[in-house]
Nanobody
Framework: QVQLVESGGGLVQPGGSLRLSCVVSGSIFSINTGAWYRQAPGKERELVARISSGGSTNYADSVKGRFTISRDNAKKTVYLQMNSLKPEDTAVYYC??????????????WGKGTLVTVSS
């Protein structure tokens, strides 16, 4: 079955950079939509960035200009490049993708998250 595995999180100082990866395993033809969400302790999960099937992107105002979402269908991976990180970016980051499976089903999946901690 289809699974999403996030990686790339960790501890980084303010102003630093991280690149998160979301690898989609299983039998799929392509990744249609991709998105990254984050959830800080005591807060609701929020949308950080999204990329559409056509490649257009949308970002939360809080990360616009600092984060970039991208997609590589050949590698079955969605990325989130995070630059100029701030302490308020600290959260568990979750990948969400809409994929076309090899059984011709369009389905949505969540990863289990990767922790990003921005602290000096």
């Amino acid at each position: 079955q289809v699974q999403l595995v996030e990686s790339g999180g960790g501890l980084v100082q303010p102003g630093g950079s991280l690149r998160l990866s979301c690898v989609v395993s299983g039998s799929i033809f392509s990744i249609n939509t991709g998105a990254w969400y984050r959830q800080a302790p005591g807060k609701e999960r929020e949308l950080v960035a999204r990329i559409s099937s056509g490649g257009s992107t949308n970002y939360a105002d809080s990360v616009k200009g600092r984060f970039t979402i991208s997609r590589d269908n050949a590698k079955k991976t969605v990325y989130l490049q995070m630059n100029s990180l701030k302490p308020e970016d600290t959260a568990v980051y979750y990948c969400n993708t809409g994929v076309l499976t090899t059984t011709y089903n369009a389905m949505n999946f969540w990863g289990k998250g990767t922790l990003v901690t921005v602290s000096s």
